[in-house]
């Protein structure tokens, strides 16, 4: 596939795109981690102004200390790092800066786009679909810049067809408490433990300790596999049941 005539375009439509991201309250310094060196490169030449990178690392560990350290207000990752993963991070992005954007960007030959699409990340946008006429880097900016959840059509579909389909579980499904199914269904809408919390009647902690149950009994690392596992076992649908 030749891309000289997308790539001539790139400009013009990143161009949209910063102008939705600069005319929001998203406060302008980002925070950026890939394990590809020549992405950070591109995003590094694209600044607007090198005062509003905040950090540009390979590894979850340098992310987090980034977050911690400098709070940026844009969090740019893919979930391909050097060690760890960009999820990890956008999972624990919100924690550690409670107005940050996430946007995480993933590689669906490498990455469970189920998982990634519930993630807490205000967008995913898969790389094939970067460059189709759609242009949906210039629709994530607009999503983030008024406040809305963004995935691109892969990861969509992908999430779809997951809670579409029932996956058979290596034993018995697990049984889950009203509580729990009540929690699967607000994470599926990208609530974070706060607003879980706030929903269920619990306290901060008291979500936490729901969610780190409700991870055993999935089997699931992290939120965004909990989520997807649910989604599989038709636990929850998107857009409610």
């Known amino acids: 596939m030749d891309l000289l005539s997308t790539f ?17 309250e998203i406060r302008l310094q980002a925070g950026l981690a890939s394990a590809s060196r020549l992405m950070l ?10 005062q509003r990178l905040a950090f540009m ?3 979850e560990a340098e992310a987090l ?27 624990a992005a919100r924690d550690l800066v409670d107005d940050i954007r996430s946007i ?8 469970d786009l189920v998982a990634v699409g519930c993630s807490r990340a205000d967008a995913v946008l898969s790389e094939t679909d970067c460059f189709t006429a759609a242009k949906p880097v210039v629709a994530m900016s607009r999503s983030i810049a008024i406040g809305q959840r963004f995935r691109s059509a892969a990861v969509l579909a992908a999430m779809e067809a ?28 990208g609530f974070g433990d706060r607003q879980v919390a706030e929903q269920l009647g619990l306290s901060y902690e008291g979500a936490r300790s729901l969610g780190k149950s409700l991870r055993r009994k999935l089997g699931a690392g992290s939120r965004g596999q ?12 998107l857009g409610g049941r």
């Open 65 to 91: 200390e980034g977050l911690a350290r400098t709070r940026p207000g844009l969090l740019i990752i893919t979930n391909q790092l050097e060690q760890g993963s960009g999820l990890a991070v956008v999972e």
């Open 226 to 237: 909990a989520v997807a596992k649910a989604l599989q076992l038709g636990l929850a649908r």
């Open 162 to 189: 997951a809670s579409m389909r029932r996956q058979p579980w290596r034993d018995e499904p697990p049984q889950l408490n009203a509580r729990e199914l009540a929690m699967v269904e607000l994470l599926v809408q």
């Open 41 to 50: 490169l591109g995003f590094h030449n694209m600044a607007l102004s090198r």
């Open 104 to 111: 995480l960007i993933v590689d669906p030959r490498l990455d």
């Open 57 to 59: 690392v390979t590894t």
């Open 8 to 24: 001539s375009q790139t400009t013009r439509r990143y161009s949209n795109a910063a102008t939705w991201v600069l005319s929001s």
